[in-house]
């Protein structure tokens, strides 16, 4: 199983990105998708969150600024991100709770990571 985000890159403040990361391999079923971040000397946190059926779920710092949505037929999550500040920098990293056949047990996938860098 790989997950692959692509998107992230260099942005004034004030300006948008939008994130995807698509899930492929040997994928029986997906539930939840997610997007986390690292900043250089932090931990790493949760950005937003999405279930199967679409319930979603939003860090504070980031209510009514990003919006995360997916699409089941092609096993890929977005995080469409607006009203972007400084302090948004990070590494932005997406992942996966999967099975990957009907017997098998969830397990949590990760990408590798990408790039948001926001300039003042």
């Known amino acids: 199983v790989q997950l692959v985000e692509s998107g992230g890159g260099l942005v004034q403040a004030g300006g948008s990105l939008r994130l995807s990361c698509a899930a492929s391999?040997?994928?029986?079923?997906?539930?939840?998708m997610g997007w986390y971040r690292q900043a250089p000397g932090k931990q790493r946190e949760l950005v937003a969150a999405?279930?199967?059926?679409?319930?979603?779920n939003y860090a504070d710092s980031v209510k009514g600024r990003f919006t995360i949505s997916r699409d089941n037929a092609r096993n890929t999550v977005y995080l469409h991100m607006n009203s972007l500040k400084p302090e948004d920098t990070a590494v932005y990293y997406c992942?996966?709770?999967?099975?990957?056949?009907?017997?098998?047990?969830?397990?949590?996938?990760w990408g590798q990571g990408t790039q948001v860098t926001v300039s003042s």
């Open positions: 992942n996966s709770d999967l099975r990957t056949d009907w017997a098998a047990r969830l397990s949590t996938y």
């Open positions: 391999g040997s994928i029986f079923s997906i539930n939840a």
């Open positions: 999405i279930t199967s059926g679409g319930s979603t």
